[in-house]
């Protein structure tokens, strides 16, 4: 392709013929020319691309042959619309298929639909909760932010369409997948422009990764887990022996930090005893802190700097057998007005990790593995602990360190009581690979 400059006096015709959506339609197409410039309106966006020697006649005839603009083709450009194809058919061009893909099905769905497809994606992307008039780019460009959505990444999309029942439009998404190159490399927006990342994997470049909140009522892990964590570059928060009162105010003073922002995770480490579905802290008095609710202080609701970034949580549960719980208050929850009834009971359900990103580990034990030996540490998170400071172990994905310490669990409940058996749970919507080290 020619590169060079396009006359400003065309530039300025063509701005001054389009309408909002063909305008909108322009600079979602040119999204990926200028990541850097991604809130910029199409003349500066144009403008700032023919600086740079990105935009020639044959890349703005593709632009307003993408939009359909046939007319300002033939009028301000003096070329026709035969001739722009061929020239696509010779591979010059600008725009990416996936690009092109996504408008063309901007330009097949109602306004109903669109409004449709934001409240399927409430819990992927709750701050699209109160989109009223989003254009279905728009609703792309948030996901693309979320890393929910990317050229290679269209699943979510698929069964969205699947349930509004556009079986065409998934068809379309099937060719393009079928047709189009595989994409290796991806620069995320947030990051500096010289980081590229995997786009099957999270990224993780920030420094600290996250933060590591580390709150022990036991005593007997806190040591080995805050070196384990800060050698792995996390900035870490522990807290021993923590109330009910007091942890409910440390997760929302946690949640509500800045500094999430700037990183690329967040982990939660519990122990506690308890029951299945929540945590007893120190109190003796509660049935418990429900463990849906400290999972909820980091979705996006309530802690939107953690959108689209992977959230961890490792809980060891000394279980306490029901006979032995006390029912006998409720627990104010400061921010909603809430109460959690302390005396609910809530059977052992498949439930935790409802919105994206979430990988969920709980180990449970008799609460007289604790009675027997009431300093020694737990053996899920030793074990978590000697594989995530294995210099080999360390590279794995979380999913395959994970199976590394199912197998170590396993193996010790073959040699001890069956009253001090540990059962590990792993419960995730992990949309992409995850290394727990700068990648």
Same mark, same amino acid.
């Given at each position: ?41 199409? $003349? ?23 939009? /359909? ?52 994606? $409430? ?53 393009? /997948? ?11 927006? *947030? ?125 060891? *549960? ?45 180990? /449970? ?11 020694? *540490? ?16 360390? %590279? ?17 409940? %073959? ?25």
């Amino acid at each position: 392709m020619t590169r060079c400059q396009v006359p400003a006096v065309l530039i300025h015709q063509i701005e001054q013929e389009l309408d909002k959506e063909e305008e909108e339609m322009m600079v979602f197409l040119c999204r990926d020319l200028a990541p850097d410039l991604a809130t910029a309106d199409l $003349r500066e966006l144009l403008v700032a691309l023919n600086e740079r020697e990105k935009l020639s006649f044959l890349g703005l005839s593709e632009l307003l042959y993408r939009v /359909k603009r046939f007319d300002l083709l033939r009028r301000i450009l003096k070329t026709e619309k035969a001739t722009v194809e061929a020239n696509l058919a010779r591979s010059l061009r600008i725009v990416p298929d996936y690009r092109v893909l996504m408008v063309e099905i901007n330009e097949n769905l109602e306004k109903e639909e669109v409004s449709s497809l934001v409240f399927l994606l $409430r819990d992927y992307a709750p701050r699209m909760k109160m989109a009223k008039d989003k254009s279905f780019l728009a609703l792309v460009i948030d996901l693309e932010k979320l890393n929910l959505v990317a050229p290679n990444q269209l699943d979510l999309i698929e069964n969205c369409f699947q349930n509004i029942h556009r079986i065409d439009l998934i068809r379309k998404i099937q060719k393009y /997948k079928h047709e189009a190159e595989p994409v290796h490399m991806s620069i995320q927006e *947030s990051g500096p422009v010289s980081h590229k990342v995997f786009d099957d994997q999270y990224r993780m470049q920030s420094q600290p990764l996250g933060i590591c909140l580390i709150i022990d009522c036991i005593g007997n892990d806190t040591d080995v887990l805050e070196e384990t964590f800060r050698s792995l570059g996390y900035d870490i928060h522990c807290h021993r022996y923590l109330n009910m009162n007091t942890m409910n105010q440390t997760l929302l003073e946690v949640a509500r930090l800045q500094k999430h922002r700037n990183c690329d995770s967040f982990i939660c480490i519990l122990v506690s005893r308890g029951s299945p579905q929540s945590i007893f802290c120190t109190d003796h008095t509660f049935s418990g802190f429900p463990l849906e609710r400290i999972k909820k202080y980091f979705t996006a609701d309530s802690c939107p700097e953690l959108l689209g970034k992977p959230k961890l949580f490792f809980i060891q *549960s000394y279980i306490v057998p029901e006979n032995e719980q006390e029912y006998t208050s409720l627990l104010e929850v400061d921010g909603n007005d809430e109460k959690i009834i302390a005396n609910a009971k809530i059977p052992w359900k498949v439930t935790i990790p409802q919105v994206a990103d979430i990988f969920w580990s709980q180990c /449970k034990v008799d609460v007289s593995t604790l009675e027997k030996s009431p300093s020694s *540490s737990s053996y899920y998170l030793r074990c978590l602990a000697e594989l995530l400071r294995n210099p080999h172990k360390r %590279k794995l994905s979380i999913l395959d360190i994970h199976t590394e310490l199912n197998r170590k669990v396993y193996e010790w409940n %073959k040699t001890t009581d069956p009253s001090q058996q540990y059962s590990l749970l792993l419960q995730h919507t992990l949309r992409k690979k995850l290394f727990l080290s700068h990648t």
